[in-house]
């Protein structure tokens, strides 16, 4: 793709997100996956097995890192009421798990 300019990395900021694998791996196949130096993901996908306090700590990683302008949370677990402002939410609809 000769001729193409770089999008600045300085002003360019990414949307993070907290879902099931299914919608992780749909947005990481859009091309909006990012891994940091220090090797932490802009995402974290979450199953039967992950726990309130992973979500949690998740979301407050996400919110206060400087590069990450929206924080994606699908409609299953942001109906879990875990006390998120409601004004930063994106709910996305999304199958509930068995």
């Given at each position: ?40 993901t802009?995402y ?14 998740a ?40």
């Open positions: 793709m000769a001729g193409r300019t770089q999008i600045p990395t300085k002003s360019s900021a990414l949307i993070a997100m907290i879902a099931d694998e299914d919608t992780v791996t749909g947005f990481l196949l859009a091309g909006v996956g990012n891994v940091d130096l220090r090797r932490k802009n974290l996908i979450v199953d039967s097995k992950t726990t309130v306090k992973a979500i949690e700590d979301f407050k990683e996400f919110t206060t890192k400087d590069d990450i302008a929206i924080v994606l949370i699908s409609q299953y677990f942001h109906s879990l009421q875990l006390g998120w402002p409601q004004d930063l939410l994106i709910g996305l609809s999304s199958y509930t798990f068995a």
